[in-house]
Structure formats: structure tokens, C-alpha cells
């Protein structure tokens, strides 16, 4: 019993498994244009698939298709085309399958068949019936999201006829209000229209319960679905979604079930919506033939509750039909059409002729310009805190030199060394300013409201610099291996008398065999008989063979001594490890933009030819350098033009010169406050193998090896920068 549960699980997660293993992947669409105006698309599948489901629309023309199990592998969403009645294409995907929207200009048959791994289609008069399900009225766009709550109380029924058999309401994981209704019958004729209050949906010649037939408030959701009603009308079922605020909604239908998701905008979108359509205004519907300009405008001032002042030359008569139409852009159509124009001002809204606006507008103005130059003089001390005050007046002085004395040119004056200069278009004609270096301040003499004005542009400029300190940390690595294996022999014979009565006797030390030692080692020979020395002998060092290791850490000698001869021979080794790791870290502090350097190194004597052809002494720079100019972007970021030299002697050439190793790094870089990004590594390896051996005695098999040296090194070199900007806090910035 339990091995047969088992195994119906176990088959049960195979076929799981091998139908997600089976999923395709749509890699590519094309189009193209068939003879009598049609259009045919390609798309291009990694494996098989089965054939699609979909149906078409005719308000607004499209064609819809579903594929089951497939992924989409397109780079892009939409597809724009122009060729027949296509005018474009939208691939969407979502819940393991991928949905094709093909948008017509008008309604138009399709052929679609499969061959092999691609799916062709066909749109235009001469395509035969599809071999795609098909039903009109429909609406169908992106596939939408998981659902975040549970779904308000679904009630089902059913009838014997097309009839909504459930209505559910959820929230989605993005706040959208998903409004999910339950069809008897796939094929109803579904027309659904975006109106004043929210959207509308009619399922045409569908009939809907008594059970169903209310009102559902799902006002605390938090979407921008506030009620929802179920009703039948003469046309047949109706949906009404009471939706509020800025929203965009997507409509698609799966087989019996058609959901609507109601979405709301993001900043982003509202400000992409605003440019694509100015109009924002709540929407309203009129209807009126031949009625009064100025009974319109109270409309809208009614509907709008903004207070409405209309010019008494505003008259005359218009017909109207509008639906659904914001009311700013209804009011705009009005205006428009009777030559008038408005201005707003808080809730207030004036509205009279655009001549006798602009001839308004144009005496305020030569009203205020002669108010101005009446105005009384007066003089305002403004001193300049964080900014130099001549670099910032010279952002406002203007090209033409004017206003008094002392304009478009530069005095002297007092211990502070004042300058006076004209600022142009911010003081006005009469207005002069005089610059004291001494106290970094500006003194200005105009009208109070330029003096204002100038004073407000200071404030605003006028402020603490933002603070960075910018630590760099240059790396430098090193580390290198060496292993010597060699060999010293070292030799000599004597003549002896016949009869063996002497010996041969070593005064020297056998270190010095082995040491170069000048003389080598000096043996002495004696009489047997206790007659005494009777000669001496000096062995030369290395007399054989020296491939010694200079410096060995390790000998093994081995030797030989006899009445009239020696021979020694001596094993040396060396195996050298070392690791070095150079660690340079500047750090400078400056003003957002603003450029600061570090140096830190010295100077290298070294003896040059003189022009007089004598030598003189000259100077290398051997320093660490940094560079650098900030800048803070608005996101609190900050983009770097970075210049790191380190220089250092290796060596001195045969002409006396330093001979330097020289690291530069010149870049600009954006990086986040406090993060630590890498500017340049440099990666060196050198390897070394090599051998000395006494010619044909070295490569004799084994013993060879008392006449061959053996070296092996390797010197690695690794360099890497760092840099990590920190924008510092301060509490005169907050």
C-alpha cells in the first residue's frame, strides 16, 4: 500500500519535473510583407511547442495568442511595424507563459501554422479562417501579477445562458486592484471603455444572478478601486470599477476567467503621462447645443470648486459634446475656440479675451519699470560668508558696464582695497556695487526690491561647500623563491721516495679547499725513521671542479686523505624564500570641485655635464603623489579625476644617473560615498631556470651529477590602487 503511494508520488514529480525541463524559450520575431498588402510573423522557438490559444479584438483591432509553457527570450517588449494592417507587436510573459499582442490598424483574419520550432502568421484580407480560437469584443493586454491579499468573497452561479458566474477582488504585490470575473461561456462579447468615474465593462447579452447583483466596497485594500457594482443593463451584464487618483489599468482574459488590473502610477509614470498628454484634470461629460460661453465656464468653476471671474466681454454662444474628458483640457478647448485665455491664481480663476490679457499684462509691467525708477535709493551691507565675495560678484556682473560711477571698470579704495563694478541685469539701471576684499563683502545701493532680489540670489549661492577625503592605498607585493644545488671538488698528488718511509702530513685547514683560499693548503712530509721534515708540498684550492652554491645555507664534504694525495668533495644548497609587501596610503581632504594635492618623497643628487663642460649637480624627484578633484553628484555619489604617481630608485646607471621605477595612474572614476573601488593592478612574474656543467662530464647518467650546478628562482610582483572617497558630515551642512 505505502510502496504503491510512493510510487505514484515519485511519477507523479518526474512529470513535474520533465514539463518544466520542456518549456521553450521564444528567442526571436520577425516580420514581413506578403503581396496584397498582408503581413507575415515569424517566431522562433528553441524546441517545439504546442499550438497556441488566442482569440482577436475588434475594439481596438487586435489579436491576441497564448502560449503555454513557454519563456520569453526577447530583448525587447514592444515591436513597432508598419505593413498592412499590423502597426506593431507587444510580447509579454509571466506565470511560465508568454502572451502575443499584435496591434491592427483595423480588423483583419490570420493563418498561423507551426514548422517545426517557429510559428508563422498571416494577417490580412486574404488569410483564410484562423487556426486559432477567435472571439470578438475582447480586450487583452499584459499579464498581471501575483496576488498579494485574499480575494474579497466569490459567489458563484449557474445559468443557462452567457453569464458572469463569479467576482472576485484582490490585491497585487504592486498595489493594483485586480478585479476578477468568472464567465460561463470563453466566448462572450466583452466591450469594456474607460469613462468619468473608472472603467466600465459589458459582457454583452450576458446575464448576471440575483446573488451577484450589488455593490462591493474594497476601499481598504489601499488600491485606487474604491467600489465595485455588478448590474444588468439593456446591453446586458455590466461592471463598474469606481476607481480614483492617477491609474492605468490592463485587461486579459484566460480562458472562462477575465481579469482587470487596475495599477497606480508611480512618479515616474504621472511625469511620462504629463508629457505624452498635459491634461490631468478629473474628467467630465457635457452635452449641450448652443449654450452660453459664459454658462460653460460656471460650469466648470462649479465642478472644479475653483472661484470664477469672467470679463464682461466675454460672450457668445457654443455646442458642446465632450466624454469623458479632463476638465482642464475641456476648458482649454472652450478658450480656444472663442479666442479667450486665462490666468489662475491660488482658486481663483480670470478668464477674459487673450488681446485683453496681453494688453494687461503689458501695462503691469510699464507700470512696474516706472515704479522702479521712482523708487527711493538705499544702501544694504551684505556680507559674504562662505564664498570669495569678488569671485562671486563676478558671476553677476553683466558684459555692457553700467550704473555710475565706477561701471564696467575696477578702483582701489581704503586698506580693504575696494572695487566697484556693475552687475547688470541684477541691479537695476541706477544700481552699483562696490566689492571689499578686506571684510569679503558686498555693498550694494538700489531699490529696496533689487536689493532683495540680489540678497535672495546670495543666499542661495552663498553657502558651505561640501567636504571629501579621499584615502588612496597603493599596494605593492613582492615575493620571490630561489634554490641552488652545486657541487666543489678539490684535489692533488705527491711523489713519494719508493720504500714508503715517509708520510705526507696536511698543516693547512680543508675549508680552504673549498674557500678559493689564496696558496690553498699546505702539506709537510716527515721521516718515518723520526729523522724529522723533510720537505713540504702546497695543494692548490678547487684544483677540480667548482660549481659550488655562493652563500650556501647548507655543505656536505666529503674527503679523501692519503700518504700522497687528496681529494675532497663538497654538496652545497641554498633554498631562499621571501615575501615584502609595500604599503602606501595618502589621504587628502578638499571642497567639493575643488582640486588638492599631497607629495610626499625627496630629491636625488646626481652629477650632470655643465653647458661650460664642467658637471653640476642636479635633482631627481622621486615622490608620492596624489591628485584629485571631486565632485558630488545630487544622489550623494561622487565622481573623481584622479592622478597617483610613486616613483623609486631601483638602481644607478653607469653614468652615475638614478635609474627610478615609476607607478602612474591618471582616471576619472564615479564612486559611492565610503565605497572602495580598485583603479589599476599590475601583475609581473619572472621565472628563472638555469644550469652549469662541466662539459661531457656533466651528462654522464648519475654521476654527472658531481659536475652540474642546478638554479631555480622566481620573483613575483603584484601592484594594486585603492581609493575610497568619504563625503564628511558636518553639522553646519544639515
Known amino acids: 500500500m505505502f510502496t504503491r503511494k510512493y510510487s505514484v508520488l515519485l511519477a507523479t514529480l518526474l512529470l513535474a519535473a520533465s514539463g518544466l525541463a520542456s518549456a521553450s524559450t521564444l528567442q526571436d520575431i520577425s516580420f514581413s510583407e506578403l503581396p496584397g498588402e498582408r503581413a507575415e510573423i515569424r517566431l522562433a522557438f528553441d524546441s517545439p511547442i504546442s499550438a497556441p490559444q488566442g482569440y482577436s479584438i475588434d475594439q481596438p483591432a487586435r489579436i491576441v495568442l497564448d502560449f503555454s509553457d513557454v519563456e520569453n527570450g526577447l530583448p525587447q517588449k ?57 472571439s470578438s469584443g475582447q480586450t487583452a493586454s499584459n499579464v498581471a501579477t501575483s496576488d498579494f491579499a485574499a480575494p474579497v468573497k466569490t459567489n458563484k452561479a449557474v445559468m443557462s445562458g452567457p453569464a458572469i458566474t463569479g467576482v472576485d477582488f484582490r490585491r497585487g504585490d504592486a498595489g493594483e486592484g485586480r478585479v476578477i470575473i468568472n464567465l460561463s ?4 462579447t466583452i466591450d469594456i471603455e474607460e469613462v468619468s468615474s473608472g472603467i466600465d465593462i459589458r459582457f454583452m447579452g450576458a446575464d448576471v444572478p440575483s446573488e451577484l447583483r450589488r455593490k462591493l ?15 444588468v443593463d439593456s446591453g446586458g451584464a455590466l461592471v463598474s ?10 485587461a486579459y482574459q484566460t480562458n472562462n476567467e477575465y481579469v482587470v488590473s487596475i495599477k497606480p502610477l508611480t512618479r515616474a509614470e504621472l511625469e ?34 475653483l472661484n470664477l471671474v469672467a470679463s464682461d466681454t466675454v460672450s457668445g454662444s457654443i455646442t458642446l459634446r465632450l466624454d469623458n474628458v479632463p476638465w482642464d483640457q475641456a476648458l482649454d478647448l472652450v478658450l480656444k475656440t472663442k479666442g479667450l485665455d486665462k490666468r489662475q491664481i491660488g482658486n481663483v480663476l480670470m478668464v477674459a479675451p487673450a488681446a485683453e490679457i496681453a494688453e494687461r499684462e503689458k501695462q503691469e509691467i510699464e507700470t512696474q519699470k516706472q515704479l522702479q525708477e521712482l523708487a527711493p535709493m538705499r544702501t544694504e551691507y551684505i556680507r559674504i560668508r562662505y564664498a570669495n565675495a569678488r569671485e562671486l560678484f563676478n558671476l553677476f556682473v553683466g558684459s555692457a558696464g553700467k550704473g555710475g560711477a565706477g561701471a564696467g571698470g575696477a578702483s582701489s579704495g581704503g586698506a580693504g582695497g575696494n572695487a566697484r563694478n556693475s552687475t547688470g541685469s541684477i541691479l537695476s539701471d541706477r544700481g552699483q556695487a562696490i566689492v571689499d576684499e578686506r571684510t569679503n563683502s558686498i555693498i550694494l545701493t538700489d531699490t529696496e526690491e533689487k536689493i532683495n532680489d540680489f540678497k535672495q540670489l546670495v543666499d542661495r549661492i552663498d553657502i558651505p561647500v561640501k567636504q571629501v577625503m579621499i584615502e588612496a592605498r597603493i599596494v605593492i607585493a613582492n615575493s620571490d623563491f630561489r634554490k641552488e644545488l652545486g657541487v666543489r671538488m678539490a684535489g692533488d698528488a705527491v711523489k713519494t721516495n719508493s720504500s714508503g718511509s715517509h708520510v705526507h702530513e696536511f698543516t693547512g685547514s680543508m675549508e680552504g679547499l673549498y674557500a678559493n683560499e689564496d696558496g690553498g693548503v699546505t702539506g709537510t712530509f716527515y721521516d718515518t725513521n723520526g729523522d724529522g721534515e723533510l720537505g713540504s708540498h702546497v695543494f692548490p684550492a678547487n684544483s677540480l671542479v667548482d660549481l659550488g652554491v655562493f652563500g650556501a645555507n647548507g655543505n656536505i664534504a666529503w674527503n679523501i686523505i692519503s700518504g700522497n694525495f687528496l681529494l675532497g668533495l663538497e654538496l652545497s644548497a641554498l633554498q631562499d624564500t621571501g615575501f615584502a609587501e609595500i604599503v602606501s596610503q595618502p589621504k587628502v581632504i578638499t571642497g567639493d570641485k575643488q582640486q588638492a594635492t599631497i607629495e610626499s618623497g625627496s630629491e636625488v643628487p646626481y652629477q650632470e655635464e655643465s653647458a661650460s663642460g664642467g658637471t653640476t649637480t642636479a635633482f631627481k624627484d622621486v615622490v608620492l603623489r596624489l591628485d584629485v578633484t571631486p565632485q558630488i553628484t545630487p544622489d550623494n555619489r561622487i565622481i573623481m579625476e584622479l592622478k597617483i604617481d610613486q616613483d623609486s630608485v631601483s638602481g644607478v646607471a653607469a ?32 621565472t628563472i631556470k638555469g644550469e652549469s656543467k662541466v662539459p661531457l662530464l656533466g651528462d654522464i647518467p648519475f654521476v654527472g651529477r658531481l659536475f652540474r650546478k642546478d638554479i631555480q628562482s622566481e620573483d613575483k610582483r603584484e601592484l594594486l590602487i585603492f581609493v575610497t572617497p568619504r563625503i564628511m558630515k558636518s553639522d553646519f551642512l544639515e
Open 78 to 134: 514592444k515591436y513597432p511595424m508598419n505593413v498592412g494592417d499590423v502597426t506593431g507587436a507587444v510580447v509579454v510573459a509571466g506565470g511560465g507563459k508568454t502572451r502575443l499582442i499584435i496591434n491592427l490598424a483595423a480588423a483583419a483574419p490570420y493563418v498561423s501554422r507551426l514548422s517545426g520550432s517557429e510559428l508563422v502568421i498571416e494577417i490580412g484580407s486574404e488569410a483564410s479562417v484562423s487556426s486559432v480560437p477567435q
Open 185 to 188: 461561456d470563453a466566448n462572450v
Open 217 to 231: 466596497d474594497v476601499m481598504d485594500f489601499a488600491t485606487p478601486v474604491k467600489m465595485l457594482t455588478t448590474a
Open 241 to 250: 470599477i469606481n476607481a480614483e487618483g492617477e491609474y492605468d489599468y490592463l
Open 272 to 305: 511620462e503621462k504629463k508629457k505624452q498628454f498635459a491634461y490631468t484634470g478629473e474628467r467630465l461629460s457635457v452635452n449641450f447645443q448652443d449654450i452660453q460661453v459664459r454658462s460653460v465656464l460656471q460650469l466648470i468653476a462649479d465642478f472644479t470648486d
Open 655 to 686: 653614468n652615475g644617473v638614478p635609474i627610478l621605477d615609476i607607478t602612474h595612474l591618471e582616471t576619472s572614476v564615479l564612486v559611492a560615498d565610503g565605497d572602495t573601488i580598485v583603479l589599476g593592478g599590475i601583475y609581473q612574474t619572472e
